[in-house]
């Protein structure tokens, strides 16, 4: 029994009911060998796990797990770990953005519907870390985050090689024959050679970098490697902080604010950050009632030069930049300058410059200072409007070729992405440089799932005569691990009616990034005549999960969330049925 102290705690709705309902809750948890000590009203702390073979960023989170075991029991409280879903892009099809919203809401529901006060979330792939993030803020509990850390730098033949990144690299000299399959083969090995997520800039370490820069992550945790021994040590930290922040009630709310996104927009421009950093911001935001618009992105990125050298943009990668100081020095940097938000209260309970401000820079190359940025401000990635784009697009400058930011070529549409790679190899395709490739039926409700597929490889006739780039149009994403002069998340897209559907082989298309357009050359009343003879795609789906999510999916320009998982449901106690 309890010994009535601490009644008003939410856990003790369950362990500290008297009568029937008591003895169940108690009863059955001592059939794991908790003493009846335990249920005394200290804090109970879930630590909800996405570790899964299936999803290899995750797979070491088990372990992780019991490092934040560790630091709750040191702080006085009852860690209970409980598995959630794990969302890999490794592996899973047609995508894991497909299955982010459902991890959000199961992340959700699992946390409100148990005796918790709160909760620690381990994350590790890059749809992972929002839908943890998504789920705890629409119950606003006291969370915190801590992310399972980047693979040590790949190696091969001597030069670091980055995963993802280096997957298109290799595809394309297998393609041109710089290399052999016995070769790309060996490669596969030196890529990814130890637990984590990729060590490239990609979405998961700009999530994990955004979790910190939120605030719900402990300061330069993003950056440890998965296998650092001070990943665990992280992790038993953040399980002794959790009982604090469940003492002093700090929940989500306190720290998701406006303040704390124009922070992490910023922050995500000075990294390099992945444009699916975009979607993934937005959509939490949605879960605590902060405004933001694509405008939002540009209009804070634009003064915001890019600091860190790492790949796909630059040469160096996580491993390195964990060495150079992390996140920490990077905000210190931002703060220098007064690009950052000093006050937004963080999970310490302290405030950003008051965590960070004193951090070093210790390799000026990795990460370099305002003064000599790696990348001048407004190369970051820009948000583009215009009648091909209504409601907005994104490229990523920094990964792109600066002599094709500006370009006017001929559309070759392809009405889904295996449609062009049916024929990319193809000697004969009638394509040249200055062609635009547009891939359109690969948005939110069109794929379903907005895959990373935008970044579609050149066709194969055209790498062996050299081109290394061209201009892609895509209503998909492209991974934060991947490069070229591409944009993405086109809105609306093609399937619910956007002018993407409308593109016809040979249509002028125009981009001109420096003032931030996109837009099809074609007269008005001819576009009007179009959209009057377009006609919605058929329903593919009538059932299950995948209908769900094609009925209520949101744009890309909204975060691609569910309309009816917009806002807070708060952590009220469901009633007993005992």
């Known amino acids: 029994m309890t010994d009535g102290q601490n009644k008003s705690r939410r856990s003790q709705a369950w362990f500290g009911a008297q009568g029937r309902s008591g003895m169940v809750y108690r009863s059955w948890m001592r059939n794991q060998g908790f003493g009846h000590e335990v249920f005394d009203g200290r804090p109970v702390i879930g630590i909800a796990t ?3 073979e299936l999803a290899p960023c995750n797979a070491h ?11 709750v029991w040191q702080a006085g409280g009852l860690p209970l770990q409980f598995p959630t879903m794990a969302t890999g892009e490794t592996l899973m099809r047609p995508t894991a953005m497909l299955y982010r919203n459902l991890m959000a809401m199961e992340v959700e529901e699992l946390i409100r519907a148990n005796p918790l006060d709160g909760v620690v979330l381990l ?16 119950v606003d509990l006291p969370a915190v985050m801590v992310t399972g850390g980047p693979m040590l730098n790949g190696k091969y033949r001597g030069q670091d090689v980055g995963s993802g990144t280096h997957v298109w690299k290799f595809e394309e000299d297998l393609k041109t024959g710089r290399m052999t399959e016995e070769e790309c083969f060996f490669a596969e090995g030196c890529m990814a050679r130890s637990n984590g997520h990729c060590m490239t800039m990609g979405t998961a370490s700009t999530m994990a970098c955004m979790a910190e820069a939120l605030g719900m992550q402990l300061p330069g945790s993003a950056a440890w490697p998965a296998v650092d021994s001070r990943r665990m040590e992280t992790a038993q930290a953040a399980g002794q902080r959790i009982v604090g922040m469940v003492e002093e009630e700090l929940r989500p709310s306190r720290i998701l604010t406006r303040e704390a996104f124009e922070n992490a927009i910023r922050v995500n421009a000075a990294i390099g950050g992945s444009t699916n950093a975009i979607i993934h911001l937005t959509a939490i935001a949605g879960r605590v009632g902060v405004d933001l618009s694509l405008r939002d ?7 915001v030069p890019t600091l860190v050298n790492l790949m796909p943009s630059g040469k160096y990668l996580m491993e390195d930049f964990c060495y150079a100081g992390g996140l920490p020095a990077v905000m210190a940097e931002l703060l220098r300058g007064k690009l950052l938000h000093r006050e937004p209260v963080t999970v310490t309970g302290r405030g950003i410059a008051e965590n960070t401000e004193n951090a070093e820079r210790v390799n000026p190359d990795v990460i370099t200072g305002l003064d000599a940025p790696f990348q001048p401000a407004g190369t970051g990635t820009a948000v583009l409007r215009g009648n091909l784009c209504p409601d907005g697009a994104v490229i990523k400058q920094s990964a792109a070729s600066p002599h094709l930011l500006t370009h006017r070529g001929p559309a070759r549409v392809f009405d889904s992405p295996e449609a062009y790679h049916e024929v990319a190899d193809d000697p004969d395709l009638d394509i040249d440089e200055n ?16 895959p990373e597929v935008s970044n579609v490889p050149l066709p194969a006739k055209l790498l062996k005569a050299g081109v290394t780039d061209m201009v892609r149009v895509c209503d998909g994403r492209m991974s934060g691990t991947g490069y070229g002069t591409v944009v993405l998340h086109v809105a609306p897209e093609a399937a619910v009616g956007g002018p993407l559907a409308l593109v016809r082989d040979g249509d002028p298309v125009v981009l001109d990034v420096p003032n931030r357009t996109l837009r099809l050359d074609v007269d008005d009343a001819e576009l009007t005549r179009r959209r009057q003879a377009w006609r919605a795609p ?4 009538t059932g299950g999960y995948t209908w769900l999510y094609t009925q209520n999916v949101e744009q890309a320009d909204q975060g691609a969330d569910f309309g009816f998982l917009r806002g807070s449901r708060g952590h009220e106690v469901p009633r007993d049925s005992h």
Request: hydrophobic content about 40%; aromatic content about 4%; proline content about 5%.
């Open 50 to 52: 996405s570790a899964s």
């Open 435 to 450: 062609t635009v490739i547009v891939i359109r039926n690969a948005g939110p409700k069109g794929y379903p799932g907005m």
């Open 123 to 138: 994350s590790g792939c890059d749809k992972t870390t929002p839908a943890m993030l998504m789920g705890a803020a629409s």
């Open 538 to 541: 058929a329903e593919r789906h």
């Open 297 to 303: 992105f540009d209009d804070l990125a634009r003064a």
């Open 61 to 71: 989170l088990t372990r992780v797990a019991e490092a934040v075991k560790r630091g």
